[in-house]
């Protein structure tokens, strides 16, 4: 019976699934996100994302999510934050768009065309056809919550409605207990 035991702790460990179901619902600062069906949680790939996840596509094609938060007054502005997505995105169709739901202000931003993949100030890998749909959560007490999905055009414009959805019934939970 141990050796069972230890062989399922074994094969949890090493798959990365400790006996907890990937969340649908997680927290990111002050906001409550629920992940739409068939987006795959992903074991975020740095300490700084709070939280990743994957919308797949057709011919292994996938979308990447990713959700940051710095904590109160960190992050950078919302300003510098939005020109460093489109600098990726040199010579693209961008736009910028400000919402509200209940009590967030909400930055929701596009940008189309060659993405310059990589971290800032490093070495970029260029990936035609590409999008940008990210929005960013206002909040002062908290801190900002940043949030991005990239991949191919097709697919980000595919999931850009639940991507939009996602985020604003995370603003609409902003206060509510976790």
């Not at 056809?129 to 801190?143: E, M, R, T």
Request: aromatic share 10%; charged share 15%; with cysteine.
């Amino acid at each position: 019976m141990i050796r069972l035991a230890c062989s399922i702790l074994a094969l949890a460990l090493a798959t990365g699934h400790l006996f907890a179901a990937d969340p649908v619902e997680f927290r990111v600062g002050a906001f409550q996100f629920s992940r739409p069906a068939g987006w795959k949680w992903i074991v975020p790939s740095s300490s700084m994302r709070k939280a990743q996840l994957e919308v797949p596509g057709e011919n292994n094609e996938k979308a990447d999510i990713t959700f940051f938060h710095f904590g109160p007054g960190q992050g950078g502005s919302i300003d510098a934050n939005v020109e460093r997505w489109f600098s990726q995105f040199p010579g693209g169709r961008t736009s910028r768009s400000e919402t509200s739901e209940g009590r967030t202000v909400i930055y929701f931003v596009q940008a189309q065309g060659t993405f310059q993949s990589g971290m800032p100030g490093g070495p970029t890998t260029p990936l035609e056809a590409y999008a940008l749909q990210g929005a960013i959560l206002q909040d002062a007490q908290s801190g900002d919550v940043f949030v991005k999905m990239t991949g191919p055009e097709a697919l980000v414009q595919m999931a850009a409605p639940l991507f939009v959805n996602m985020v604003n019934q995370a603003a609409a939970s902003r206060g509510e207990a976790p």
